[in-house]
């Protein structure tokens, strides 16, 4: 069965500080992988994507890396803001219209 | 988010009425989306869209339906809705299935 398992569930962490949120898939075949952020009441917004051939993408502060022999990827904040409060949501495309989509980890940051 | 709007952006109804959600875009995309958004599971497939006219189920389909007569316009009906359809609807939008989606703001529905 395809799966995405995200962990931690949920996470606190003081302003300023780094944390990696993890995400495990068992989708095959699998097309690319991508990280969203979701603010309360809103909409998920793209942080990245990734193909198969890919192992590291950035955008600012938030770096994601993939194993694809793994089926494993992470998230990676640095410096965190008040503003990255949010859920995180891992998404893994078999390349066809189906997504499937991780449960989230809910990040909260602590001024 | 811009070029994607949701409407309403809140809905109260009861058990067995007919409840229509919209999602307009100004993109021009061809692909559109509904999911639903539950605490404890990711977000789910209602149905999409690969073009005007053209519509296909997701997994959790049952219950609902939709339909596309314009690009920038995707209905979703819930024809008699349950309480079980009480939840967070999301419409999405996209270019292909190796980009990324564009998501509405989303649409709290509560069925009594």
């Known amino acids: 069965k395809n799966q995405v398992e995200q962990s931690p569930q949920s996470l606190i962490i003081l302003e300023g500080k780094n944390c990696t949120l993890q995400c495990n898939y068992t989708v095959s075949p699998f097309s690319n992988l991508r990280w969203y952020k979701q603010d309360t009441g809103r909409g998920p917004v793209s942080l990245t994507i990734?193909?198969?051939?890919?192992n590291t993408k950035s955008n600012g502060r938030y770096t994601a890396t993939l194993d694809a022999d793994t089926k494993q990827s992470s998230l990676h904040i640095t410096a965190s803001q008040l503003s990255d409060s949010a859920s995180y949501i891992c998404v893994v495309s078999e390349g066809t219209y189906k997504y499937i989509f991780g449960t989230g980890t809910r990040l909260k940051v602590l001024a | 988010d811009a070029g994607i709007t949701q409407s309403p952006r809140h809905k109260v109804t009861e058990t067995g009425t007919p409840v229509t959600l919209r999602c307009h875009q100004t993109e021009n995309h061809r692909y559109m989306y509904w999911y639903r958004q539950d605490p404890g599971h990711g977000l789910r497939l209602i149905h999409y869209?690969?073009?005007?006219?053209?519509?296909d189920k997701g997994e959790v389909s049952d219950g609902y339906s939709v339909s596309r007569s314009k690009t920038e316009d995707f209905l979703l009906t819930l024809e008699s809705a349950t309480s079980s359809q009480t939840s967070v609807y999301f419409c999405?939008?996209?270019?292909?299935?190796?980009?990324?989606?564009?998501f509405g703001s989303g649409t709290r529905l509560t069925v009594v």
């Open positions: 999405a939008i996209s270019w292909g299935t190796n980009y990324g989606y564009t």
């Open positions: 990734m193909t198969f051939s890919e």
């Open positions: 869209s690969y073009g005007v006219k053209d519509t």
